[in-house]
């Protein structure tokens, strides 16, 4: 078993729309959890990260966080263009960083 | 400010040769982490070396080493390389370790290895 999941893309959404990505984890011992955005040929950028459980939110992102479950997910809001990249979860344990494979989001304009 | 810095960009190597990856902390980083990405995967942990000292190291082979110099600069070396080795490697840094000192990656360096 992978230690971070995401859910299989690729994810298309029309412009305006939300973008739904998913993730879980399988180390309960995780304390914190990570969106990376990683434009191809890039480097993962932050775009957010959460700590406690229930919603983060920031900007046109939210972040949910349910450590019961095991569950978090990204909300992107208003799709842009430019939104269109691979999303990455990670989980933080242990002094590193467990990524998940990445969910790639392409917004239709 | 400037950000994670790794050199060089791109770099290619031939199997069995040794390979030297530099990398730069944001300034006041103390913490330097690497990982490497191949295509289509996330991520995955290679070291981490906080104050010069390496705190974690994660599931790969003897031929990957690293250090992290006074000035929190870090190297990364690999030996004897493989084609499997082609990826890109990322340097990232934070300003402490812990769960809630989130990682700022470089641009990374694109390894091929023929």
């Known amino acids: 078993q992978k230690e971070v999941e995401q859910n299989s893309g690729p994810l298309s959404v029309p412009e305006g729309a939300i973008a739904s990505l998913n993730c879980t984890y399988s180390?309960?011992?995780?304390?914190?959890f990570f969106w990376y955005r990683q434009y191809s040929g890039k480097s993962p950028e932050l775009i957010m990260s959460?700590?406690?459980?229930g919603d983060k939110e920031d900007g046109r992102f939210t972040a949910q966080l349910n450590k019961a479950s095991q569950y978090v997910s990204l909300l992107i809001r208003d799709s842009q263009p430019s939104d269109s990249a691979t999303y990455l979860c990670?989980?933080?344990?242990?002094?590193?960083?467990?990524f998940g494979a990445g969910t790639t989001v392409t917004v239709r304009a | 400010d400037a950000g994670v810095t790794q050199s060089p960009t791109h770099l290619i190597k031939t199997r069995g040769q040794h390979v030297t990856l530099r990398c730069s902390p944001i300034?006041?980083?103390?913490?330097v982490s690497w990982y490497q990405q191949v295509l289509g995967q996330g991520p995955q942990f290679i070291f981490q070396?906080?104050?010069?000292?390496?705190?974690g190291r994660g599931n790969f082979p003897d031929r990957f080493s690293a250090r992290q110099f006074p000035n929190y600069s870090s190297e990364l070396n690999v030996n004897a390389l493989l084609l499997g080795d082609s990826a890109l490697y990322l340097c990232?840094?934070?300003?402490?370790?812990?769960?809630?000192?989130?990682?700022?990656f470089g641009n990374g360096t694109r390894l091929t290895v023929t």
């Open positions: 990232a840094s934070s300003s402490r370790t812990g769960y809630n000192s989130p990682l700022h």
């Open positions: 990670a989980a933080y344990n242990d002094y590193k960083l467990s």
């Open positions: 180390d309960r011992g995780s304390q914190s």
């Open positions: 959460i700590y406690s459980n």
């Open positions: 070396y906080y104050e010069k000292e390496e705190r």
């Open positions: 300034s006041g980083h103390k913490s």
